[in-house]
């Protein structure tokens, strides 16, 4: 299996707000250059189970992501969508205190059970972009709040 990908951002905020933010208020700050549909509203399900769902104004749907595993504030596991060929790619999200008012949101990616082999190093370009896109998105919006909850 071939290298994940690391993504890591420092936010100032609390783990408990970074977890908030990243799920309940996804459809705020997720960048809309990373999304399939004009107008759309992102909801996140985040439970073991839930979903990750993309939603245009027209009705069209996309799943981004599955969740397996979940516990809040600390840990997203899911089976990432966006870019597979057959199977989904696994993505692992981590939320860590640095103090009372600082939160280090580590994404990890692999290719889980897609094994896409050679394949992998043309998708991590684009996932790696992706990434840092939406880190940087949510960064932004955390920065741009004025709380360190």
Known sequence: MAEPLVHEVRLNCS????????TRLVD????????RFPASKLH???REGGQLVERGARG??????????????HLIEMLWHPGKISQPTTTVIRFTSHGAHEAQVT??????????G???ATRAVLFNKGWAAVLSALSDFIGKEGRAR
């Open 15 to 22: 783990v408990d707000h970074a977890f908030e933010v990243f």
């Open 28 to 35: 705020i700050w997720w960048p809309i250059g990373h999304r």
């Open 44 to 46: 996140y399900d985040v």
């Open 60 to 73: 069209e749907q996309f799943v981004l992501a599955d969740v397996v595993t979940c516990t809040p504030p």
């Open 107 to 116: 994404v990890t990616h692999t290719e889980g059970a897609a094994e896409l």
């Open 118 to 120: 050679e394949t992998w």
